[in-house]
T-cell receptor, first 116, second 114 residues
Framework: ETGVTQSPTHLIKTRGQQVTLRCSSQ?????VSWYQQALGQGPQFIFQ???????GRGNFPPRFSGLQFPNYSSELNVNALELDDSALYLC???????????????FGPGTRLLVL | AQSVAQPEDQVNVAEGNPLTVKCTYS??????LFWYVQYPNRGLQFLLK??????LVKGSYGFEAEFNKSQTSFHLKKPSALVSDSALYFC????????????FGKGNQVVVIP
């Protein structure tokens, strides 16, 4: 196990609702990255947080937002849920720097979100 | 943009036989390549990575990968497959141009037949 935890494990929401997913990073890690994995696909990068600041964003609309706390845990918020948001949401923690580098990302078990 | 391709959807191998999962990459600059494995209803587990140095990288659970610059490939290998190796395998490249995100392939389902 990596030491990266996510909650909840499963979630069912209806279209238009809002959801918050949580991630606790591995001890000593200051960077959290969030990915969306649709069924049968590889994970897609949503955004990354380094020392409480957003450090990059993938091709996801603004209704996907995030937060990183002083203890480096993180939240992913999704507003106005759509059916296509149904997926496994993965967070990964790593030891980052402002310049980036070769650090390995260690993944949590994921939160499976179903939007009806 | 940096990307990887995993050309096969599924790899079937008999238990005890060598296992190979293929990955090719497209990058500008030096490639930082990774392999992860995903078991059903689980997150991704790190297996190994290539940053620089020896072209043969050894990782967890007896897996290794061979980096080939001329063929732009990074194939995952295991000399003798176990039934417990049945899982989904992802190749990924670090996109240094885009915030150090990992760009993943679509994944390969490996089925080890007893």
């Amino acid at each position: 196990e990596t030491g990266v935890t996510q909650s909840p494990t499963h979630l069912i929401k209806t279209r238009g609702q809002q959801v918050t997913l949580r991630c606790s990073s591995q001890s000593g890690h200051n960077t959290v990255s969030w990915y969306q994995q649709a069924l049968g696909q590889g994970p897609q990068f949503i955004f990354q947080y380094y020392r409480e600041e957003e450090n990059g964003r993938g091709n996801f609309p603004p209704r996907f937002s995030g937060l990183q706390f002083p203890n480096y845990s993180s939240e992913l918020n999704v507003n106005a849920l759509e059916l296509d948001d149904s997926a496994l949401y993965l967070c990964a923690s790593s030891v980052g720097s402002s310049a980036g580098g070769q650090e390995t990302q260690y993944f949590g078990p994921g939160t499976r979100l179903l939007v009806l | 943009a940096q990307s990887v391709a995993q050309p096969e959807d599924q790899v079937n191998v008999a238990e005890g036989n060598p296992l190979t999962v293929k990955c090719t990459y497209s990058v500008s600059g030096n490639p930082y390549l990774f392999w992860y494995v995903q078991y059903p209803n689980r997150g991704l587990q790190f297996l190994l990575k290539y940053i620089t140095g020896d072209n043969l990288v050894k990782g967890s659970y007896g897996f290794e990968a061979e980096f080939n610059k001329s063929q732009t490939s990074f194939h995952l290998k295991k000399p003798s497959a176990l039934v417990s190796d049945s899982a989904l395998y992802f190749c990924a490249v670090r996109d240094m141009m885009r915030y150090n995100r990992l760009a993943f392939g679509k994944g390969n389902q490996v089925v080890v037949i007893p």
